[in-house]
């Protein structure tokens, strides 16, 4: 069983900044791609950003220039850095991670539970 665990939300004035962690535990042969996603109240789960396991990385528009995404192999923990903070980035941060288990090369989908992050004017 493998859980992905999330980290660093909270409570922030507009124009400051936050770092979020989510460590994935468990039985785990390798992980692939590693991506956090958020929710608004009222409005669809989206991609904010991504990073593969070479470190390639992609961004939502919305956040591009504020938000940097990265990972550190070692402790199967991805990361990403908020800065520039706006009230409309105020939703729950969901991470999640395509692991393999026993290095049969199939990849399932694992998600956190989420972290609120509230950006205040």
């Known amino acids: 069983q493998v859980q992905l665990v999330e980290s660093g939300g909270g409570l922030v004035q507009a124009g400051g900044s936050l770092r979020l962690s989510c460590t994935a535990s468990?039985?785990?042969?390798?992980?692939?791609?590693m991506r956090w996603y958020r929710q608004a109240p009222g409005k669809e789960r989206e991609l904010v950003a991504a990073?593969?396991?070479?470190?390639?990385?992609n961004y939502a528009d919305s956040v591009k220039g504020r938000f940097t995404i990265s990972r550190d192999n070692d402790k199967n923990t991805v990361y990403l850095q908020m800065n520039s903070l706006k009230p409309e980035d105020t939703a729950v941060y969901y991470c999640?991670?395509?692991?393999?288990?026993?290095?049969?090369?199939?990849?399932?989908?694992?998600w956190g539970q989420g972290t609120q992050v509230t950006v205040s004017s």
């Open positions: 990073i593969m396991s070479g470190g390639v990385t």
């Open positions: 999640n991670a395509d692991l393999n288990s026993n290095g049969d090369g199939y990849y399932y989908r694992s």
């Open positions: 468990g039985r785990i042969f390798s992980i692939n791609a």
